[in-house]
């Protein structure tokens, strides 16, 4: 994302350049209500993500891929399930996608809005995060930069309306709305030369 899309003072702590991800010490976590009695929690387990920050600090660009026959609920038999048609479709939308379209600077150093476009079943919505900045340390000598981000998705935007069945009162048999919560640990740019 270009400074324009973004306030003026939106400033990252980062060195400029492109941050890889350091897989090993990240996570993709969700949850969905079940019966509206209890909540599902679940994982992917393959994703990427790059964090792209400019000579300004103000110019940051996010992108992350999520491959969704990774998921992960701790259940063999649902997560089988989850991949069909009647959810995941993997087959078909082997990958989520989310590209980041502005940042809104929390005013305190360590809090953003993220917002971007996330795809879902070939679907396109936009998305905004809440990001917490939980700062910087060296690791093997590489410098690594901590990010939490939450948000909340309806997935039948999506097209993922299984078990959407209301079950009386405000209970489905699945949730519309699933929370989700991003760790990731990003790698400093090797410098130049």
Do not use: C, Y
């Not at 600090?57 to 989850?82: F, I, K, Q, Y």
């Not at 590209?99 to 929390?106: A, C, E, K, R």
């Not at 809090?111 to 905004?128: F, H, M, Q, R």
């Not at 900045?133 to 690594?144: N, Q, S």
């Amino acid at each position: 994302m270009s400074s324009s899309s973004a306030t003026e003072t939106n400033t990252t702590p980062l060195a400029p350049g492109r941050w890889t991800l350091d897989r090993a010490h990240s996570a993709v976590v969700f949850s969905v209500r079940h019966l509206g009695l209890s909540k599902v929690r679940g994982r992917f387990d393959t994703f990427d993500a790059t964090l792209d920050v400019g000579e300004a600090g103000a110019d940051v660009r996010v992108e992350a891929t999520v491959e969704m026959g990774s998921v992960n609920t701790s259940d063999p038999g649902r997560d089988a399930h989850l991949r069909t048609t009647d959810f995941f479709d993997v087959e078909k939308h082997p990958t989520m996608h989310f590209v980041s379209t502005g940042l809104t600077d929390g005013g305190d150093g360590v809090s953003w809005e993220l917002a971007g476009d996330l795809t879902i079943n070939g679907i396109t919505k936009p998305t905004v995060l809440d990001v917490e900045f939980h700062g910087t340390e060296k690791h093997r000598e590489d410098l690594h930069a901590g990010f939490s981000a939450t948000g909340e998705i309806r997935r039948s935007e999506f097209g993922i309306d299984f078990g959407i069945l209301p079950l009386g009162g405000d209970k489905l048999a699945l949730a519309d709305k699933i929370p989700f919560e991003l760790d990731l640990q990003f790698v400093e740019p090797a410098p130049a030369g």
